[in-house]
């Protein structure tokens, strides 16, 4: 049974800080493909950042440069650093799983199968 559950969000100001943190169980995260998405409200849900099982990374363009993928072996855990946020970067969090292993960027949700409950993000102006 694979848990993945988010936590780290919050209330920020413009060009303010948070890390997303991604806790896992049932799966070795460092191991995996794991990714970053979120939805802001009337929206899709949309890719964030990816991490391969080989550590390879990769962004979407409105986060690159302000945002960062890694993973914790130690903790299991995977987290997103964002810097320099934006009130468009205002959206629930999700962190997702995939069963397949791809050395490839994987920014599509239905190549993820594990998903975790959001986290809040808001960033006021």
């Known amino acids: 049974h694979v848990q993945l559950v988010e936590s780290g969000g919050g209330l920020v100001q413009t060009g303010g800080s948070l890390r997303l943190s991604c806790a896992a169980s049932g799966r070795t995260v460092s191991s995996s493909n794991m990714g970053w998405f979120r939805r802001a409200a009337g929206k899709e849900r949309e890719f964030v950042a990816g991490?391969?099982?080989?550590?390879?990374?990769c962004y979407a363009d409105s986060v690159k440069g302000r945002g960062t993928i890694s993973t914790d072996s130690a903790k299991n855990t995977m987290y997103l650093q964002m810097n320099g946020l934006k009130p468009e970067d205002t959206a629930v969090y999700f962190c997702?799983?995939?069963?397949?292993?791809?050395?490839?960027?994987?920014?599509?949700?239905?190549?993820?199968?594990?998903w975790g409950q959001g986290t809040q993000v808001t960033v006021s102006s």
């Open positions: 991490i391969t099982y080989t550590g390879r990374t």
């Open positions: 997702a799983g995939s069963i397949y292993y791809r050395n490839t960027c994987m920014d599509s949700d239905r190549l993820y199968d594990y």
